[in-house]
């Protein structure tokens, strides 16, 4: 009797989770709104990773606005025929929004995606980049 309303809880547990786009025994699922990131800063650029593993390299939309890198995109539907039992991989439309220095060249970002990864690459102006400065001896 008590095994069996243990198994109705997890089942209970189960279904919930599956609603919510959680997954039971692996934890929390990851569903693909706002993808991770990783800023990384140079002294000629900003560098930002976007890990966006299945992604249609053809909806990608890179934009920069008032120290706000945008990065929009959508994720491929897997063409596979039968019944869905499980979901977790990211489906539909994501964007990321994260905050740079304005000391951006707006003509100087690039977007490369490859291996599930796209990378943004946002040079700095001329006047954030490091200056060195000679000095004279008498």
Known sequence: MVWQLFRELDRLRDDFNRRLGYGSEWGPVYRGEAPPVNIFETPEEYIVTVEAPGADRETFEVSFTAGSLSVRGQYKQPEVKGEL???EMPTGSF???VRL???VDPNG???DYK???LTVRAAKTPEAKPKRIKVKVS
Do not use: C, K, L, M
């Open 109 to 111: 970002i690039h977007a």
């Open 101 to 103: 220095p304005e000391q």
């Open 115 to 117: 291996d599930g990864v």
């Open 95 to 97: 964007s990321r929004i």
């Open 85 to 87: 039992i499980r979901s």
